[in-house]
């Protein structure tokens, strides 16, 4: 029987209630403390598990010798502390994306995390969703052909009004780049994933429609701005004594275009302030034999289209999927797998490494995004920031 893990939440927001619930489904692992920014945030969100360790600083967590692993939920500019304190203490991380907000505390960490040969994970739990993998497998087995184009967006909608807030609006929580870091790290990560490429070297053009911004006096926990501040015309149902006019600092929208080789290229855009798109996740990419398509908004849905044969709709059903990608799909056809199930997946194979656990052999115990995929995703982001400031191509160095 294996070892169960102990293991501790830092954060109580969206993603605090995503990765604890997540963390419920599996067999081994126990969630024993949450820290939060106040100790009530930390009961409430605990007391609904009967999770009796409730803190306002995550110190006290790390030095509990009982808890194995950490979890880091907390807003993007307390990733690098938390995660450097972890892994000085001996804990294995699991970080939410971005990982840090600036390439050097990236490096840091992947140095620090390999000379203390913990387990460590950053949270790009969207390459799981079982169709996902279905495309990384076709192209794997040589389906698509030689890649030739990749292209696609990550839109949503939830700060398309000047009295949308959140935290990731300002840099000094969110680090430099709101859009590209927060979702466009996601998609780039599908992309290199999927294909096996990567980018080296983009164009980027970052805009920021709303140079200021009517932050609430009070705090708002992510994507909620869309049920209180204002109505559906975006019209300030609080009075305008609640908001402080803010300056922007961060993009609420960006194009890409980018090489991933001598013949592979692509394109893709991001944004926040997209009227109707809530989680468009969507990726297209054009082999010499076969092109395939997906969307998150559909996500058991994949379009695989072929020049000289008829086009097909792939529905996700365990037993029309590759043996590989199969491992990736816990539910007979017809009953949908969605966001929730790409966090346990995630979770599965992280902890199942940390334990030594068997997993069926063909998702692979290790295969989970590490803090060098982290570190990957802040290069991509940094050359795009770099290449709007200079109008210019920027090179993405190699890890
Ligand atoms: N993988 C994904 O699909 C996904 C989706 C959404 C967010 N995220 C990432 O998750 C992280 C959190 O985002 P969110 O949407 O949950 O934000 P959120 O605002 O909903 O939650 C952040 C939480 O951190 C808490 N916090 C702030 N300072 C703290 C401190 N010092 N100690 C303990 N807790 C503290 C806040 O009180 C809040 O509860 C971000 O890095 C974000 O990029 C990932």
Do not use: C
């Given at each position: 029987m294996e070892k169960t893990i102990r293991t501790a939440i830092f954060g109580t927001g969206f993603m605090g209630r995503v990765h604890l619930e997540a963390l419920r489904?599996?067999?081994?692992?126990?969630?024993?403390a949450i820290a939060g920014r106040n100790i009530e945030a930390a009961r409430r969100l605990g007391s609904g598990f009967s999770i009796v360790k409730g803190t306002a600083d995550f110190r006290d967590i790390l030095s509990d010798p009982a808890i194995d692993a950490i979890h880091i939920c907390t807003p993007n500019a307390l990733h690098f502390l938390m995660a450097k304190a972890a892994l000085e203490g001996g804990k294995h991380v699991l970080c939410e994306k971005p990982l840090a907000t600036r390439v050097a505390e990236a490096e840091e960490l992947v140095a620090l995390a390999e000379r203390e040969g913990l387990f460590n994970c950053v949270c790009?739990?969207?390459?799981?969703?079982p169709m996902v993998q279905q495309m990384r497998r076709m192209r794997e087995a040589g389906e698509l052909g030689e890649i030739l184009a990749v292209q696609g967006t990550y839109f949503q909608?939830?700060?398309?009004?000047?009295t949308d807030w959140n935290w990731r609006v300002e840099a000094e929580a969110?680090?430099?780049?709101?859009c590209m870091a927060d979702i466009g790290s996601h998609w780039f990560d599908m992309a290199e994933h999927v294909t096996g490429l990567r980018v080296n070297s983009l164009s980027a053009d970052l805009q920021t429609f709303y140079k200021t911004r009517k932050r609430p006096k009070h705090s708002s926990e992510t994507f909620s701005s869309k049920l209180s501040?204002?109505?559906?015309?975006?019209?300030?149902?609080?009075?305008?004594?609640?908001y402080l006019d803010t300056p922007v600092d961060t993009e609420d929208y960006g194009g890409v275009i980018f090489s991933m080789g001598e013949r592979t290229h692509g394109s893709m855009s991001v944004s926040q302030v997209a009227a109707g798109r809530k989680n468009r996740l969507s990726i297209e990419i054009s082999g010499t034999r076969a092109s395939v398509g997906w969307n998150q908004e559909r996500p058991d849905e994949l379009w695989i289209g072929r020049r000289d044969a008829a086009n097909q709709l792939l529905l996700k059903d365990p037993p029309l999927l590759k043996p590989e990608a199969r491992a990736y799909a816990d539910l007979p056809g017809g009953h949908s797998e969605g966001y929730d199930d790409t966090f346990k997946q995630v979770f599965r194979r992280f902890y199942a490494s940390i334990s030594g656990a068997p997993i069926s052999?063909?998702?692979?115990?290790?295969?989970f995004p590490t803090f060098v995929d982290g570190l990957r995703q802040l290069k991509i982001v940094s050359a795009a920031l770099e290449s709007n400031r200079t109008r210019s191509w920027v090179d993405v160095s190699e890890n």
């Open positions: 489904r599996l067999q081994f692992v126990e969630v024993v790009h739990n969207l390459r799981y969703y909608d939830w700060l398309l009004h000047e969110g680090g430099p780049s709101r501040g204002t109505d559906m015309l975006g019209i300030n149902l609080l009075g305008t004594k609640d052999a063909a998702g692979g115990v290790h295969d």
